[in-house]
């Protein structure tokens, strides 16, 4: 056992989001986050730099989530970082406002990537978390990191970015295997803005909107299946029994029928599976 999933031995996963999804907001001021924060002892710092979304979250001492903020942006593409400078003003635009809020200094941070990022690449993501003005502690795949909040011992990990999904089978509470493949939200966005032919800004907004998506459902359907497949050829011949999803894109409705339909297994989406993979990293906070 590692001394990130010792951290948080007592904390229920369902209870560490549900807390997550209260605090970490799409945009801090000083007018919208009201909360006695402490001021002193350690934090443990995530950032999440995502192809839809950026995440910034502090776990405290006890590893319950205090504070963070999430930001569309486009700086990252399919694990690579793209947008270098605007990833750094982004993110140092993010711990500013957390610090206004918590009346202290944010001095290290851990960050993540997909599973088969090149180092290199992985490096730059390093890069652009001390440009920011953290140190970075350390670098863990997602899905990886997905589990250190969930703590499985058996099954199927899929984390829906914006551009990948990554793939982490658990054995005896272990990740075994991972992989990471393209096709992920923005896929939805693409195939929407096609077939209504409008903007792909548009089509972002018309895919977060709930009263749009059963109406956007059937197009987005083969990208789904899509990701089915994905899963389905990753996991080939190893014997899990259950899928859990984390990421943004699980929050579409109808994805979980639909990999279930192509991969024959019990498929779910975690509760406020957004947050899942920026607490793990936050744990990997040493």
Known sequence: MTESTRFIQGNHPAQLLSQAEQVISPALSAQSFVRDLPKNGNFRVGVDLGTAFTVLVVLNEQGEPLIGEYQFAQVVRDGLVVDYVGAVDLLQGMKERVEAQLGRQLTHAASG?????????????????????????????????????????????????????????????????????????????????????????????????????????????????????????????????????????????????????????????????????????ALYDQ
Do not use: W
């Open 113 to 281: 990537y997909p599973p088969g990022v090149p180092p290199v690449e992985r490096q730059a993501t390093a890069n652009v978390v001390e440009a920011a003005g953290f140190k970075c502690t350390g670098l863990i795949d997602e899905p990886t990191a997905a589990n250190l909040i969930l703590g499985l011992e058996e099954g199927v990990i899929a984390d829906i970015g914006g551009g990948t999904t990554g793939i982490a089978i658990i054995e005896n509470g272990k990740v075994v295997y991972t992989a990471d493949e393209a096709t992920g939200g923005t896929h939805f966005s693409l195939v929407i803005a096609g077939a209504r032919d409008i903007s792909f800004e548009a089509a972002e907004s018309l895919k977060k909107d709930p009263a749009e998506q059963a109406r956007l459902f059937p197009i987005v359907r083969p990208v789904m299946e899509k990701v089915g497949t994905i899963i389905e050829r990753q996991i080939q011949g190893s014997g899990v029994k259950s899928i859990s999803l984390v990421g943004g894109t699980p929050l579409f409705p109808g994805i979980a029928d639909v990999i279930g339909e192509i991969t024959g297994l019990p498929t779910a989406v975690i509760d406020h599976p957004l947050f899942v993979t920026p607490l793990g990293i």
